[in-house]
């Protein structure tokens, strides 16, 4: 088995044989023989009970959406990644004006919006459900325009967190889990030229 964010070989089992950890990139993965079909993963997304009016679930991606209103204006270019069916990061920032888009692979699965480029892009709580992760990262790069953002929500991984009681990883949807280190790493593969991260919120830009 390869790391399926960097390729590497250099990788071990982590928790008897339910993770890998990756050497280089310092993510944790689960083998690829315990991906869901697309068919049970969309089984789980239609149990989701995300309604962008509920109050809990807008302020839970408030980070996001705030951050993109202080940086962003109204007629910049925007993509939600990973929308879901009713994302609260787009409504929020469509009832005040603002120019962004959905996209999801089982719900506003439109081809056409992967080929645009945009100004900023917002990914949250979508990267941890990568299968190829390589690939995604450098979809989301290719749609940037130049001196674009990417903003993305995902619960990190570090030592402090005892792993083994760790509810983040027990989603089945969710198979790969992000290091500080790693997005170091994704910022130095890519070609970003900046990153921040506070808490669950991560900003990368070019
Ligand atoms: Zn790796």
Redesign the pocket.
Known sequence: MH?I????TS?AWKLSNRFYH?D??D?IMKPKSSFLTKNEEKGRYDLHKNDANERGYRAFVSPVVERIKKEQSCDAKGLDFGSGRDSAVVAQLQEVGYDIKSYDPYYFADEEILERRYDYISCTEVIEHFYSPQKEFQRLKDMLQKGGALYIMTELYSDDIDFENWYYKEDPTHVIFYTKKSFEWIKEYYGFKSLEINGRAIKLAL
């Open positions: 790391c964010l960097c390729g590497s990788i990756c280089i990139c993510c």
